[in-house]
């Protein structure tokens, strides 16, 4: 089966909208989000919206939870804890407790789903090998999905081998049919490897294969909505660099 993975949403619907686009013309049967769907965008609401529409497994991420009020604003940055302040204000009641029902950890079959990581599904950012490798002894699945990073990566460790890893552009495509892994799709609302495209992956679970994909959106929008709800202005600029 394939599964489109899309992770890092951050209210920015003008992003989202155009890789669920993307993905409706691909033979993708599900649709799994990784969390963070709202953040330090300007459209939390119809994120939201088109998250309970289109994902068939949904996470909670570290944004999620602050806007819902189980994490506190002071373990953000400035910018971060501006953003979910002004989204508790703005987001739709139905929303909010749609977001709180959520978990930052889950399983899609035989795969693994953490917004951060196996070990700490809400914090961690696995971007060493190191870490990586620490996740992997604490997983129970041989694939496991996180975000939370923004940056699209893979990472594997092969029978008596050490972990490694690299990052990955669009059209990257791997064979996981052997290995034990870690996949990050990237952000679809915020990238910051380098690339403005949104971010996501295609995960085939009966040929175990991976493919990151890139997604063109309209990131002058993103950034003028951005600018029109107040928000600091360092969001909307970092969209076009994809940093």
């Known amino acids: 089966m ?3 993975i899309v992770s890092d949403i951050h ?11 993307d993905i409706a013309r691909t033979g993708a049967r599900e649709v799994w989000c990784l969390g963070d769907i709202v953040g330090y965008g300007a459209d939390p609401n119809d994120c939201c919206a088109l998250a ?33 302040r002004w989204t508790q204000e703005v987001i739709d009641p139905d929303h909010r407790d749609w977001l709180a029902s ?8 035989e795969v693994g789903l953490y917004h951060a990581s196996p070990r ?8 060493s090998a190191l870490l990586a490798e620490l996740c992997l002894d604490a997983a129970d699945q041989r694939i496991c999905l996180v975000g ?16 490694t890893g690299e990052p990955r552009r669009g059209d990257d495509e791997l064979d996981l049919a052997g290995g034990e892994w870690i996949l990050n799709p990237g952000s679809v609302g915020q990238p910051r490897d380098g690339d403005a495209r949104a971010a996501w992956l295609m995960l085939d679970t009966t040929s175990w294969t991976g493919s990151w994909r890139r997604t ?28």
């Open 120 to 127: 700490d599904p809400v914090w961690e950012y696995v971007l």
């Open 11 to 21: 209210g920015n619907r003008h992003a989202f909208e155009a890789v669920l686009a």
């Open 2 to 4: 394939q599964v489109a």
């Open 148 to 163: 939370h990073s923004h940056v699209a990566l893979s990472f594997v460790r092969r029978d008596g081998e050490p972990a």
């Open 216 to 243: 063109e959106y309209d990131i002058a929008g993103a950034g003028a909505a951005i600018r029109a709800a107040r928000l600091p202005d360092s969001l909307a600029e970092r969209l076009e660099y994809g940093q």
């Open 52 to 84: 309970r529409e289109h994902a068939t497994l949904c996470l909670s991420g570290n944004h999620d939870l602050a806007v819902t009020g189980d994490l506190s604003l002071d373990e953000f940055s400035r910018g971060a804890a501006l953003a979910a």
């Open 102 to 109: 959520l978990s930052p950890k889950g399983v899609g079959g």
